[in-house]
């Protein structure tokens, strides 16, 4: 046999020895069928690598492993995406199996060791954010100091949409409105009064209440339109015989922060928290105005989970009756 062809012959073993080793690596993952249940379910490579945001490329690797290892290809190519085929149904059906004992057995461990620990992911709108929650997971970790917190700051409707997603454990927000509440279990964190601002040196500053025509006449700066806070400002405008047409608008700002800066810059007025509020009145920056008595301006402020969960997640579950007997 010539040289070159026991060369051949060494490079396919070679091949052949590397495949089997991803085979082999491939059954301790099962990082792999998640990837797959999360493609089976969104159809498409693509906006599963953007959703659990790892690359393109990435996911054809595992999923061209999950076909080596089953003998079997799992996907048809449309021109929408991608669609299972007849195996790949049947992996997809015992894939949930195999993900739900999965975390059946860790929760059943965690009870068993009787130790609370892992991480909590938890995304949360501004408020609760970075004035409730704090509070809360310093008491938790005190008791708790193997358990970690994942905390994103994003607005109400980001939150909700993340824990329907699965990429959060909890939601803080600051409005529910536009979901179906029956899908969620709530404790209220709090309830608050939102306020009118305006910079110290503002003419309407000398005024301790606020009429429809005083804020028609002004520039307004509104939070972003998924905010809890723009949600809820937008109602009691409504209830104020004010509609976003009336207004003279500025600018949307996406924190409370930025929105506290502008007002004390004189940059207009806006319609926030009374938490975040109070203490940048505290500080001489701005002034907080009451809304005329026939309107009410009180809003909850909640700590939210899935109701029905299939899995009663020890952690969550945890930190839930802590907040709720705080």
């Known amino acids: ?49 953007a959703k659990l945001g790892i690359t393109q490329s990435a996911i054809s690797q ?20 991608v669609e299972l085929t007849e195996e790949g149904k049947i992996l997809l059906k015992k894939s949930k199996i195999i993900l739900d ?33 704090p509070k809360y997971i310093t008491k938790f970790k005190e008791l708790n100091p193997n358990v970690n917190f994942k905390i994103e700051v994003n607005d109400s409707a980001i939150s909700l949409s993340k824990l329907l ?17 029956n899908k969620f279990d709530t404790i209220t964190l709090t309830e608050e009064e939102l306020c009118f601002v305006v910079s110290k040196n503002h003419p309407l500053a000398k ?16 939070r972003e339109s998924t905010s809890g806070t723009r ?18 608008i500025s600018f949307e700002l996406t924190t409370t922060e930025s929105i506290l800066t502008a007002v004390s810059e004189g940059t207009g007025i806006s319609l926030i928290s009374s938490i975040a509020a109070s203490k940048s009145e505290a500080a001489g920056l701005i002034k907080c105005l009451s809304l005329p008595e026939k309107v009410t301006s009180k809003r909850k402020l909640y700590l939210v989970k899935l109701k029905g969960e299939k899995f009663e997640k020890y952690l969550i579950n945890s930190f839930w009756k802590f907040v709720k007997e705080f």
């Open 207 to 222: 005024k301790d209440t606020l009429s429809a025509e005083d804020i028609k006449n002004q520039t307004f700066i509104l």
């Open 165 to 181: 997603e699965d990429q959060a454990d909890l939601a803080a927000v600051g409005s529910l409105m536009g979901y179906d509440i």
């Open 1 to 49: 046999m010539k040289e070159s062809e026991n060369l051949k012959i060494s490079e396919k073993i070679i091949i052949y020895i590397r495949k089997s080793y991803e085979v082999v690596k491939m059954k301790l993952n099962l990082d792999f069928l998640k990837t797959f249940t999360k493609i089976a379910e969104i159809g498409s490579f693509s906006k599963t690598a």
């Open 101 to 133: 004992n999965i975390e059946l057995a860790k929760n059943e461990i965690v009870k068993s060791l009787k130790e609370i620990k892992g991480t909590l992911r938890i995304s949360a709108s501004t408020i609760p954010g970075q004035h409730l929650l």
């Open 231 to 248: 949600k809820e400002s937008e109602k009691l405008l409504k209830d104020l015989g004010i509609s976003l047409d009336d207004l003279n």
């Open 62 to 81: 595992q999923m061209d492993s999950l076909e080596t290892f089953f003998g079997a290809k799992l996907f048809n190519r449309t021109i929408k995406g």
